[in-house]
């Protein structure tokens, strides 16, 4: 998991995750990290439109961008 999150910062490439929010909520975002600090990591945000402050113990899975690879006709 850690591994994808770093090629997002290296490469500046979106990735999707699952989040589990303070409150209990658990989100499906879209995301493009931005820094990394060792607990914590900074990502731009596609659903909230801007830069957010995630904790990583709350990350339940990463997986890369399905939109990547979604072919238009």
């Known amino acids: 998991m850690t591994n994808l999150l770093k090629k997002s910062l290296n490469e500046n490439m979106p990735v999707e995750m699952i989040y589990l929010a303070n409150d209990s909520h658990i989100t499906h975002r879209r995301i493009v990290v931005k820094e990394m600090h060792g607990r914590y990591f900074k990502a731009f945000c596609f659903l ?18 399905r939109r990547k690879y979604l072919r238009t006709s």
């Open 48 to 65: 909230r439109n801007g830069t957010r402050l995630f904790k990583l113990e709350n990350v339940l899975s990463v997986m890369p961008d």
